[in-house]
């Protein structure tokens, strides 16, 4: 396996905007890292465990995968809109729900993320599987991306957090671009 290309397409997809590090942004801006980090903790989670059952069923899924693609595609666009709306009224700290940007929350998006889902589709059949059929290197590679996929929602915290003032002082015009950004990710999972 070329170890770069493997590395570089895990690198950009999950660091790249997408419904997961758009709402860890946002929980970030309004109600502060102790709280995106547990989202994170439970994006991660479900990554990880996406990952997982990506490799055990992937050959059994060859068949169904277009349709059931459709399905998540459907599912996860309606989710991201239904963050749009979130992230778009949102008015700060003062409307903290505990069940929105929680551990739960966070590792139930993943379920509905068509980014995440196609990643988790494409990465193990493209990169792995072709050069690896022993469970202990697919089980290091899944745990690669995982780790990689938690830097990259960290980056995504750490950059809230520092820029935490900014994005509160300019709030209405951050969640509306982070509303538009998801949007944006919504839409571009039918073309």
Not at 74 to 95: A, E, T, W
Request: hydrophobic share 55%; aromatic share 16%; charged share 10%.
């Amino acid at each position: 396996m070329s170890i770069i290309p493997f590395l570089t397409y895990c690198f950009i997809v999950t660091v790249t905007p997408g419904p997961t590090n758009i709402d860890i942004l946002s929980t970030v801006n309004n109600y502060g890292t102790r709280r995106a980090m547990k989202y994170t903790y439970g994006a991660t989670l479900a990554f990880g465990l996406l990952l997982l059952i990506s490799a055990v069923l992937n050959v059994m899924l060859v068949s169904v995968m277009p349709k059931l693609l459709l399905v998540m595609q459907i599912l996860g666009s309606l989710y991201m809109l239904y963050l749009v709306y979130i992230i778009f009224k949102s008015g700060g700290s003062d409307n903290i729900k505990e069940d929105e940007n929680s551990f739960r929350s966070g590792f139930l998006l993943q379920f509905l993320n068509p980014k995440v889902l196609t990643f988790v589709m494409t990465v193990i059949p493209t990169f792995i599987l072709p050069y690896y059929d022993e469970i202990l290197p697919v089980i290091f590679y899944v745990s690669v991306i995982v780790l990689m996929g938690f830097m990259a929602f960290n980056i995504w915290v750490v950059f809230g957090t520092v820029f935490r003032k900014f994005l509160q002082r300019h709030e209405r015009v951050v969640n509306v671009a982070m509303a538009l950004f998801l949007l944006y990710a919504a839409v571009m999972v039918w073309l």
